[in-house]
């Protein structure tokens, strides 16, 4: 897939960096069709250097959007299949021997590429889901005593279908812990499913997603990104808001350091879509239930989209209640 030229320019401003990400989002707008605010926070999370969770039904343009990210970035790509059957190794790859030379040679497995779909993610076993780990904390794999890099920017794109589906294990904790954003796309409006009926045919969705930025403009938008000023006064306010779930009497366990340092990571992303280089309060709350809502964890019983709901409203509730700096 051919690079573009680098656009951001020696110095990347917020405008610059706005630009870049509308463009992206209107190339995934072209795949996924009618939903601009679920196209708007998966670009905010590349850009702040994450990786999603796509929980959702089957059928409502997961891997579309996926795919369509990797052709948008010029990203090396590699969709992984979960099944119950799929090993460690089937993902990481494996010493393999050579009988000529009667040696061994690392063989990489698809977790080597620079965008990775780990497509139904809950059909593996724990064992299988743990595999990813490393790479999405630290960007490289250990095995056989030795430590291989993954290739940079590296971003895991994971779907997930429902938890009350047959067929699932539930997420652990400490993985989901690795999303920096998890979203649910839904179904369409009825009038962009009837759209859709008359205009699409036999072509692929992907047919008209060209490549609008590349791994090395990537790479620099994400540095720009974390460089957005954070006042302390909202610093202040992520602390607070973290409390507030940790004092929540229907939660078991609210937001972690990690959760804490997250929602500053993926607000100085939200900063640059309004040509900011500081974040707002606003840009917390917008990105709080997204970053927050599958980190923490309910005290009753409730499982599946219902439990997933019911965390979002509490975590919503709590962004009204906690009082803003101005």
């Known amino acids: 897939m051919t690079q573009p030229a680098r656009v951001l320019g020696p110095v990347p401003t917020p405008a610059s960096a706005r630009a870049v990400m509308e463009r992206l989002a209107a190339q995934l707008g072209r795949a996924v069709q009618g939903k601009p605010t679920e196209v708007q926070r998966v670009v905010t999370c590349v850009v702040a250097g994450g990786h999603l969770l796509l929980e959702?039904?089957?059928?409502v343009g997961k891997t579309t959007l996926?795919?369509?990210?990797?052709?948008?970035?010029?990203?090396?790509?590699?969709?992984?299949?979960?099944?119950?059957?799929?090993?460690?190794?089937?993902?990481?790859?494996?010493?393999?021997?050579?009988?000529q030379t009667a040696t061994f040679s690392f063989r990489p497995g698809p977790l080597f590429r620079q965008l990775v779909l780990a497509d139904e993610l809950n059909r593996a076993?724990?064992?299988?889901?743990s595999a990813l780990l490393e790479g999405m904390a630290q960007g490289q794999v250990s095995?056989?005593?030795?430590?291989?890099p993954l290739p940079s920017p590296f971003t895991v794109v994971a779907?997930?279908?429902p938890v009350d589906f047959s067929g699932t294990y539930p997420l652990p904790d400490s993985q989901l812990d690795r999303f920096l954003v998890r979203l649910s796309l839904g179904h369409p409006a009825p009038d962009v499913e009837a759209r859709l009926l008359t205009t699409r045919g036999a072509a692929s969705p992907l047919a008209s997603v060209e490549a609008v930025t590349g791994p090395e403009e990537l790479a620099s938008l994400r540095d720009f990104a974390a460089e957005v000023k954070l006042d302390a006064s909202v610093a202040e306010y992520v602390v607070r808001l973290a409390q507030a779930t940790r004092e929540h009497g229907d939660l078991e366990r609210g937001a972690s350091t990690r959760a804490v340092l997250a929602l500053g990571s993926a607000a100085r992303a939200q900063a640059l879509w309004e040509g900011r280089d500081f974040v707002t309060p606003g840009d917390v709350r917008t990105m709080l239930v997204p970053c927050w809502a599958h980190r923490v964890l309910l005290r009753s019983a409730v499982q599946g989209v219902s439990a997933r709901d019911e965390a979002a409203h509490l975590v919503e509730e709590l962004s009204r209640k906690v009082a803003a700096p101005r």
Do not use: K, Y
């Not at 959702?56 to 059928?59: A, E, R, V």
């Not at 076993?125 to 889901?129: G, K």
């Open 125 to 129: 076993p724990p064992r299988t889901q």
């Open 159 to 161: 779907t997930q279908n």
């Open 56 to 59: 959702d039904m089957p059928g």
């Open 143 to 148: 095995l056989d005593g030795e430590t291989h």
């Open 66 to 99: 996926a795919e369509a990210l990797a052709r948008a970035c010029a990203l090396s790509f590699a969709r992984i299949q979960f099944t119950a059957d799929l090993l460690p190794a089937d993902i990481l790859g494996a010493q393999v021997f050579h009988s």
